[in-house]
C-alpha cells in the first residue's frame, strides 16, 4: 500500500512561511519562526548537536514527522538555499528528489540522503519519490512555490501547519495563488503548545 503524500510546515499568524528573499533564509526572522524546532531534543539528535533539549507534544510531533517520511520532494528554490545551509551529514537520511529545470547528475551526502535532480515535472518526481518511499510517506518539504504546486494539481493528502505567534508582515505566503475552488479540507487534529498550534488536515477534491 503506498504511503499519503503530505507537507509539514511553519506558518506566521499573519500566513507567511518564508521572507521573499533568498538571502533572509536563515536570517532572524526565520529563525524566529522556526525557534520553536530548534529548542526540541530530537532536532538536537538528527542534526548531531549533542544531548538536552525540550520533549513534550513539539518535539513527539518532529519526531513523527521524521520517521514517517521515507522521500522528501523539494523546489530549486530550496535546495539551493539548502545547499549553502545544510551540513554535510544534511538532515533528510533519505532520498530527496528536487524540481528544477536544470540536468545534474545525483548528489550523494552522509547519513543516506542523496539529492535527486528531475527536469521533467512535479508528476514525475513524484512518481520516482512513491517508488522510493516503498509503503511510508513523501513529504513535500517546500519552498511554497513547490508545496502550491502539489497541492493546486491534486496531489496532496494532508498536511500540518506549526503555527508560531510570530508576525512577518511581508514574504512568501503559503496560500498566495491557491485554487480554493478545487480544494476541500477536513480537520483531523489540533495540538496547542506553549510555542506552537498544530494543526493537520486531510485534503479532499471540492
Known amino acids: 500500500m503506498a504511503g499519503k503524500v503530505f507537507f509539514s510546515v511553519s506558518m506566521s499568524l499573519d500566513g507567511f512561511i518564508a521572507p521573499e528573499s533568498p538571502d533572509e533564509l536563515m536570517g532572524p526572522q526565520w529563525m524566529e519562526l522556526q525557534q520553536w524546532i530548534f529548542a526540541q531534543r530530537f532536532f538536537r539528535e538528527n542534526l548531531g548537536l549533542g544531548e538536552g533539549g525540550e520533549e513534550g507534544p513539539d518535539n513527539d510531533i518532529l519526531r513523527e514527522t521524521f520517521e514517517r517520511t521515507g522521500v522528501s520532494?523539494?523546489?530549486k528554490r530550496m535546495f539551493d538555499a539548502g545547499e549553502q545551509a545544510w551540513p554535510e551529514?544534511?538532515?533528510f537520511h533519505t532520498p530527496v528528489f528536487v524540481v528544477t529545470h536544470e540536468k545534474r547528475d545525483p548528489w550523494e551526502r552522509a547519513g543516506?540522503?542523496?539529492f535527486h535532480f528531475v527536469d521533467d515535472g512535479i508528476e514525475s518526481a513524484l512518481d520516482q519519490a512513491r517508488e522510493a518511499a516503498g509503503e511510508r510517506?513523501?513529504?513535500i518539504a517546500g519552498g511554497g512555490a513547490a508545496i502550491l504546486q502539489y497541492?493546486?494539481?491534486?496531489?496532496?493528502d494532508e498536511f500540518t501547519i506549526a503555527l508560531s505567534p510570530v508576525l512577518f508582515g511581508s514574504g512568501i505566503r503559503l496560500f498566495e495563488g491557491v485554487d480554493a475552488s478545487r480544494v476541500a479540507l477536513e480537520p483531523?487534529?489540533?495540538v496547542p503548545t506553549?510555542?506552537?498550534t498544530h494543526l493537520t488536515y486531510a485534503v479532499r477534491k471540492r
Open 188 to 190: 483531523i487534529r489540533s
Open 194 to 196: 506553549p510555542r506552537v
Open 73 to 75: 520532494v523539494m523546489g
Open 137 to 139: 510517506d513523501v513529504r
Open 112 to 114: 543516506g540522503t542523496t
Open 151 to 156: 497541492l493546486n494539481a491534486g496531489l496532496v
Open 89 to 91: 551529514d544534511a538532515p
